[in-house]
């Protein structure tokens, strides 16, 4: 049985019942207050449909309008696991908040509305968001997709419909290259249906309901053990520096690996080397760490090291590096200005940065890509090329999401102006369909 903590969103169409997914599901488990419990029992006694989204969509503007403007984030628990959800936009002027809210998920619920599938054709045509929203997933490599078919009690859970919508999900994420993880789930948000408990109303299905399923799935793609150990330097901690017992630690969050006392290091980007003395831990002194955990470290000897240095395995071949290329969401108002220089925070280095050079702008609604454009507005994705003016040490975002993402900060306002994911190969040419 699993205790951990599973991120994840729902991603979709407007309309396709995302917030409302999330009401149902957070009644159903019996998670919520006992006074909004009481609303929604009312407005069924009355004979008025619960309004599930209201539980979700906080801001004035999404109940007025009944869209979903911000990621709203929700925390819940059953016995088995603890969760927090991400309910993501799905119109593309928010592209940028469904970026934000995908980064860190473990997960990713898909919703199509059965409803809104054009099934005339030789083949069923999906919604452009869908196909968008997909290939944003699999930019930001998500590593589990379930896509929930809603609102087949408008189709008397026809199974035959069901079906020819996996099958063009399934060629979607063929024709995208999405590798991941693909769960198919036919359910009715609004009634409950294969929610928490597996429907009557779809017997022909022999899968786990969505709550079960949630439960059931792994998240242990952040901490990745099986990779040579990477320790980003967060802050280093002085006890007394005029005393005969200097303590020197170097503070972070291990973030793939394995450290032991006694193994031998290397300081990056100095290239140094030093032996692991100690492993302070919230619980004490420890004789090894693996990936995930909050450490303070001693070294055997005193070196220049300060925060935005890393501590890799001697087994680690990363190199610091100037140069790399980079897949780009744009967030602010402010376009782009490809003269100007920009903070650029990776882990816990902060350097400045320029785009030396936009490759091209990839077109969400079409998933192709417009060439020799000189600026990014806001919401645009690109593949650019960026210089920095200290090497930063980086790998792919695809090796790993922690190491491979970074934010670039307007040094005027300090707001957050974009974020990016490093890539070693062309990431978004496969969304060409």
Same mark, same amino acid.
């Given at each position: ?90 119109? $593309? ?28 054709? $030789? ?235 936009? $490759? ?64 070693? $190969? ?8």
């Amino acid at each position: 049985m699993t205790t951990s903590v599973l991120r994840f969103i729902t991603a979709g169409s407007v309309d396709d019942g995302k917030s409302t997914l999330i009401g149902r599901l957070l009644y159903d488990s019996k998670t919520l207050l006992a006074d909004q419990i009481a609303k929604l029992d009312a407005a069924a006694q009355n004979g008025e449909t619960p309004d599930f989204a209201s539980l979700t969509d906080g801001l004035a503007a999404e109940r007025e309008q009944g869209i979903t403007i911000d990621v709203a984030y929700r925390y819940f628990a059953t016995p088995k696991r603890k969760f927090i959800i991400a309910d993501t936009p799905g119109h $593309e002027q928010y592209t940028r908040n469904m970026v934000t809210g995908a980064s860190t998920a473990h997960a990713a619920i898909v919703l199509i509305d059965a409803t809104r599938v054009d099934l005339s054709g $030789e083949k069923p045509v999906l919604l452009p968001q869908t196909k968008r929203h997909s290939a944003i997933l699999k930019l930001l490599a998500t590593p589990h997709i379930i896509v929930a078919v809603n609102k087949l009690d408008l189709l008397d859970f026809n199974r035959e419909v069901y079906e020819t919508i996996v099958l063009a999900y399934q060629n979607l994420a063929q024709q995208i290259g999405l590798t991941t993880n693909i769960h198919f789930l036919p359910i009715s948000a609004l009634g409950g249906d294969n929610i928490v408990q597996k429907s009557e109303n779809t017997k022909w299905f022999n899968g786990l309901p969505l709550l079960p399923l949630l439960e059931s799935l792994p998240d242990s793609h952040n901490h990745r053990l099986d990779l040579p150990a990477h320790f980003p330097v967060q802050r280093v901690a002085r006890q007394d520096g005029s005393s005969s017992d200097d303590f020197r630690g170097y503070q972070g969050r291990l973030e793939t690996g394995s450290l032991k006392i006694g193994q031998e290091i290397k300081i990056l980007p100095s290239n140094k080397t030093a032996v692991v003395a100690q492993i302070h831990t919230p619980h004490g002194l420890a004789d090894s760490a693996q990936a995930g955990d909050v450490l303070t470290l001693t070294l055997d000897r005193d070196l220049d090291i300060s925060r935005g240095d890393v501590f890799v395995s001697l087994d680690n071949s990363l190199t610091p590096t100037q140069h790399f290329q980079a897949a780009l969401c744009w967030f602010d108002d402010t376009p782009l200005n490809p003269a100007r220089k920009y903070w650029l925070k990776h882990g816990t280095q902060t350097v400045a940065a320029k785009i030396k050079q936009i $490759e091209y702008v990839w077109d969400v609604q079409t998933l192709s890509r417009a060439q020799s454009a000189d600026t990014l507005k806001i919401n645009d994705i690109a593949r650019v090329s960026i210089a920095t003016q200290q090497p930063i040490c980086a790998t792919t975002y695809a090796e790993n999401q922690a190491t491979g993402a970074f934010i670039l900060i307007d040094e005027a306002t300090n707001h957050t102006v974009a974020a990016g994911m490093i890539s070693g $190969e062309d990431v978004i040419d496969v969304f060409e369909i």
